[in-house]
Nanobody, 121 residues
C-alpha cells in the first residue's frame, strides 16, 4: 500500500502549484483522501479532503477559494491545485487516506511521504 505525493517546489507569492498523490497497492474506494500540511514548529493540519466516490470536497478556511482538490479515478490519483499562494502556505504537504469522514490526522491510517512547498515573498 503506497501513497506517493509529488509536485512540491519553490514558487513566488501569488503563484500556483499542483500537487499529486498517486495511490497504489490497494483500492481506496470508499476512502476519504486528504491533504495535510506541516510547517516548521507546527502541528500537522488539515488542508482538504475528497472521497473517491463523489461528495462535496472539504477545505480548511485558510485555503478555501484558493485551493481545489480533485481526483482521477482511472489513474488512482488525487490532486491539489494551489493558487494565489502565500508565504504562510509554506509547509511539507502530505496526502493520506482514511476510512472515516474526518479532518483529524490521527484518523488517517495511510500516509504519503510528503512534498515540500516553499512560497517566497
Amino acid at each position: 500500500v503506497q501513497l506517493q505525493a509529488s509536485g512540491g517546489g519553490l514558487v513566488q507569492a501569488g503563484g500556483s502549484l499542483r500537487l499529486s498523490c498517486a495511490a497504489s497497492g490497494r483500492t481506496f474506494s470508499g476512502y476519504l483522501m486528504g491533504w495535510f500540511r506541516q510547517a516548521p514548529g507546527k502541528e500537522r493540519g488539515f488542508v482538504s479532503a475528497i472521497t473517491w466516490n463523489g461528495g462535496t470536497p472539504s477545505y480548511a478556511d485558510s485555503v478555501k477559494g484558493r485551493f481545489t482538490i480533485s481526483r482521477d479515478n482511472a489513474k488512482n490519483t488525487v490532486y491539489l491545485q494551489m493558487n494565489s499562494l502565500k508565504p504562510e502556505d509554506t509547509a511539507v504537504y502530505y496526502c493520506a487516506a482514511s476510512p472515516q469522514r474526518t479532518r483529524e490526522a490521527r484518523d488517517y491510517n495511510y500516509w504519503g511521504q510528503g512534498t515540500l512547498v516553499t512560497v517566497s515573498s
